[in-house]
């Protein structure tokens, strides 16, 4: 008996916004690579996450969510989005089912049948709707196709999670691994540390407030005195009155942001870390493709 080939391609996450895409591929990475919001649009770039197996390589790439755009910011990530979608082995279209099938939700298949690339369907959140609501699901979607396989799974459960490498694998072409088996992702740390500090903040903050947040590495370096990373960075606001609450009464608010994410970093690194934080307002930095670009936002979309 022949031993089995080794698989090894990408794999494209695609949903509209707050499915749970960045839920699964942290599962699926066994690491976080991804920041976790319950906030709409968490996950403004494109993400690799790696999975290494005896016998395969996935690359998992976790993009923005499906959105209509209102600002530079929101077109960007539209871009990356449609972007990742190009040249990918298979494309995992994830869908909560505790929401009703929609506009938003059309205009992802809509995309993927674009794109021309096979779907394997992922129907997140299964654990909150009962089984009639799942098979329309189900039916409504396996009429496209496309579509190779539909899994209905609860990431935040854990239900099913075992059942999506075994249906990607027979997708994915034959041959090496693309990158080194020790890597779990291919994001500088740099952007890694950017992004959780952006996800405790999201997560500290009042609803009026997320969406207008970005953070600014200004300086990141190891310390060879403590043997650790000191860090600093910017968290960027577009109004005078959102400074106030970003960092709260006596600075109780950007202290709790920062002791979040030092903890993350640090668990990142396995070495102490340092974090100093600033709050700064930009206004309407989402527009300006400057600031975007000082943020790592920088795309051939920003100069159109």
């Known amino acids: 008996m022949s031993e089995p080939q080794f698989r090894a391609g990408f794999v494209a996450l695609v949903g509209r916004s707050n499915v749970g895409k960045s839920t699964i591929i942290n599962a699926l990475v066994g690491e976080k690579v991804a920041i976790v919001s319950d906030r709409a649009q968490t996950t403004r770039n494109v993400i690799r996450g790696i999975v290494n197996g005896p016998e395969y390589q996935i690359v998992f790439v976790d993009t923005p969510g499906i959105h209509r755009p209102r600002t530079q910011l929101g077109k960007y990530m539209m871009y990356a989005a449609d972007q990742a979608v190009m040249g990918v082995d298979v494309a ?76 990607l694998l027979p997708h994915l072409p034959q041959g090496e691994a693309l990158f080194d088996e020790e890597l779990y992702t291919d994001q500088p740390m740099r952007q890694m540390a ?30 060879e005195e403590t043997s650790g990373w000191y860090i600093s960075a910017n968290i960027l606001c577009e109004r005078e009155s959102h400074k106030g609450i970003i960092i709260g009464k006596h600075g109780d608010t950007l202290k709790k942001i920062g002791t979040e994410a030092r903890r993350d970093i640090r668990r990142m690194t396995g070495q102490p870390v340092y974090l100093e934080l600033w709050v700064k307002v930009k206004e309407s930095w989402r527009d300006s493709a400057a600031v975007m670009r000082d943020l790592g936002y920088d795309k051939k979309q920003l100069d159109d």
């Open 194 to 223: 950017a992004e959780m500090i952006r996800e405790k903040a999201l997560w500290c903050l009042r609803e009026e407030v997320p969406h207008g947040i970005g953070v600014e590495i200004l300086e990141m370096r190891e310390d």
């Open 92 to 167: 995992m279209a994830v869908f909560d089912v505790s929401q009703k099938y929609g506009f938003g939700d059309q205009s992802v298949m809509d995309k993927l049948v674009r794109a021309d690339v096979p779907v394997v369907v992922v129907l997140n959140k299964i654990d909150l709707v009962d089984k009639t609501e799942l098979l329309s699901w189900m039916e409504t979607l396996g009429k496209y196709d496309c579509v190779k396989d539909i899994l209905p799974i609860s990431a935040a459960k854990g239900q099913g999670m075992d059942t999506i490498i075994p249906t």
